[in-house]
């Protein structure tokens, strides 16, 4: 049985879980990246996922720590040509304070689409500590054509 690294963080009405993934491409080595889906909790709707390289995923985490000791925001953006253009991603980290409520979320926005999913402050601090364990896990490309002896 293969086992995955994964953690899944449930809010209300929405989620993020983070896992190890690969980048395959057309006649290039395979490498390893991280996977963070952001999803709603309601039946029938898409997901969003930001696919981090393993120097993004440890940014990721300083990031957080800073957020978590600091307070405010930090964000990562991503910017791809798909199928209708240019598809721009932003993933934000934030420390928030409403109604005498204070608390983090993880908010990722893909043009009108936006999941935000706040956590208490140990599942944030987890999962930045998680990050930045799959950041230098997936630290790898897969050597093609080399015969080892």
């Given at each position: 049985?293969?086992?995955?690294?994964?953690?899944?963080?449930?809010?209300?009405?929405?989620?993020?879980?983070?896992?190890?993934?690969?980048?395959?491409?057309?006649?290039?080595?395979?490498?390893?990246?991280?996977?963070?889906?952001?999803?709603?909790?309601?039946?029938?709707?898409?997901?969003?996922?930001f696919i981090a390289e393993p120097a993004e995923?440890?940014?990721?985490?300083?990031?957080?720590?800073?957020?978590?000791?600091?307070?405010?925001?930090?964000?990562?953006n991503h910017r791809f040509e798909g199928s209708?253009?240019?598809?721009?991603?932003?993933?934000?980290?934030?420390?928030w304070e409403r109604n005498g409520k204070s608390?983090?979320?993880?908010?990722?926005?893909?043009?009108?689409?936006?999941?935000?999913?706040?956590?208490?402050?140990?599942?944030?601090?987890?999962?930045?500590?998680?990050?930045?364990?799959?950041?230098?896990?997936?630290?790898?490309?897969?050597?093609?054509?080399?015969?080892?002896?």
């Amino acid at each position: 049985m293969n086992k995955i690294p994964q953690t899944t963080i449930y809010a209300k009405q929405t989620g993020i879980s983070i896992t190890p993934c690969e980048r395959r491409s057309e006649g290039r080595p395979t490498e390893g990246r991280i996977a963070l889906r952001f999803f709603r909790l309601a039946s029938g709707s898409s997901a969003i996922r930001f696919i981090a390289e393993p120097a993004e995923a440890f940014a990721l985490h300083d990031k957080m720590q800073k957020v978590f000791r600091d307070g405010g925001q930090e964000s990562l953006n991503h910017r791809f040509e798909g199928s209708d253009g240019e598809v721009k991603t932003r993933l934000t980290v934030e420390r928030w304070e409403r109604n005498g409520k204070s608390g983090f979320a993880f908010t990722v926005q893909r043009g009108e689409e936006q999941v935000n999913v706040p956590v208490p402050a140990e599942r944030f601090l987890y999962a930045a500590e998680f990050l930045r364990h799959l950041s230098l896990q997936q630290a790898w490309v897969e050597e093609f054509g080399q015969a080892v002896e």
